[in-house]
Antibody, heavy 126, light 107 residues
Framework: EVLLLESGGGLVQPGGSLRLSCAASGFHFTTYAMSWVRQAPGKGLEWVSGISGSGTSTSYADSVKGRITISRDNSRDTLYLQMSSLRPEDTAIYFC???????????????????WGPGTQVTVSS | DIQMTQSPSTLSASVGDRVTITCRASQSFSNWLAWYQQKPGNAPQLLIY???ILARGVPSRFSGSGAGTEFTLTISSLQPDDFATYYC?????????FGQGTKLEIK
C-alpha cells in the first residue's frame, strides 16, 4: 500500500523559512516523480512543484519560483520542500503526491497525481 | 502557463442525475488531463487520467472526454457519495495547473 506522510508544517513569521518533509513507503520511491500541491483555506488546489525520480529535474509554479526548492533523498524515501521568504499568501495545507504511472509527456516530470498524503498545515503570520 | 477555467463553480443536482463539468484550457494541448474528487477535510483522490482513463477502483459512472481546449467529466447517475468538489489538472507542461474547482451540491 502506498503511504505518504507529510511533516514539518507550523506557524512561521512572514519572511521566515520552513522545510517540509514527505516520508514515502509501499512503493519503489526512486522510480516515481513526485509533486507538492497546496490548498489555501477555503480555496482550490494549486500545483507548487515537481521533481523527477532521480531528483535531477525540477519544476515550479511561477508563484513560488525563487523562494521554494524541491528535493528528494532516495536513500531515505523522502521528499522535501524548502520554503523561504514566506508570505501570508503561502498559508495553506501542503500535500505531497506521487506520480500515478499512467504516462506523461516528459519522462522527467510528474504526470497525474495518483496518491496523496493527508497534508501538513503551514501558517504564515506575525 | 496553461490556464484552466472550470465551469460551473457550483452545481446543484439530485441523486440519479447526469452531470457534466467542463474545463477549458487557455491553449490547446494533448490528452494530459486528470480529474480529482475532494471531500472536506481529505486529500484529493484521482478519478481519471489521460483525459478518459478511469483510475483503479473508480466506479464506471464516471467518465472523461475531450481534446484540444475543452475537456469534460461526466457522472452518469449521481450517487450520494459523489457530492464533493471536483478539480481538473493539466500536466501537459512542466508547470502544471489546476482548474478552480466545481462544488457538486445536493439539490
Amino acid at each position: 500500500e502506498v503511504l505518504l506522510l507529510e511533516s514539518g508544517g507550523g506557524l512561521v513569521q512572514p519572511g521566515g523559512s520552513l522545510r517540509l518533509s514527505c516520508a514515502a513507503s509501499g512503493f519503489h520511491f526512486t522510480t516515481y516523480a513526485m509533486s507538492w500541491v497546496r490548498q489555501a483555506p477555503g480555496k482550490g488546489l494549486e500545483w507548487v512543484s515537481g521533481i523527477s525520480g532521480s531528483g535531477t529535474s525540477t519544476s515550479y509554479a511561477d508563484s513560488v519560483k525563487g523562494r521554494i526548492t524541491i528535493s528528494r533523498d532516495n536513500s531515505r524515501d523522502t521528499l522535501y520542500l524548502q520554503m523561504s521568504s514566506l508570505r501570508p499568501e503561502d498559508t495553506a495545507i501542503y500535500f505531497c503526491a506521487k506520480d500515478g504511472g499512467g504516462g506523461r509527456p516528459y519522462a522527467d516530470n510528474p504526470g497525474e497525481l495518483g496518491s496523496w498524503g493527508p497534508g501538513t498545515q503551514v501558517t504564515v503570520s506575525s | 502557463d496553461i490556464q484552466m477555467t472550470q465551469s460551473p463553480s457550483t452545481l446543484s443536482a439530485s441523486v440519479g442525475d447526469r452531470v457534466t463539468i467542463t474545463c477549458r484550457a487557455s491553449q490547446s494541448f494533448s490528452n494530459w488531463l486528470a480529474w480529482y474528487q475532494q471531500k472536506p477535510g481529505n486529500a484529493p483522490q484521482l478519478l481519471i487520467y489521460k483525459t478518459s482513463i478511469l483510475a483503479r477502483g473508480v466506479p464506471s459512472r464516471f467518465s472523461g472526454s475531450g481534446a484540444g481546449t475543452e475537456f469534460t467529466l461526466t457522472i452518469s447517475s449521481l450517487q450520494p457519495d459523489d457530492f464533493a468538489t471536483y478539480y481538473c489538472h493539466q500536466y501537459n507542461t512542466y508547470s502544471h495547473t489546476f482548474g478552480q474547482g466545481t462544488k457538486l451540491e445536493i439539490k
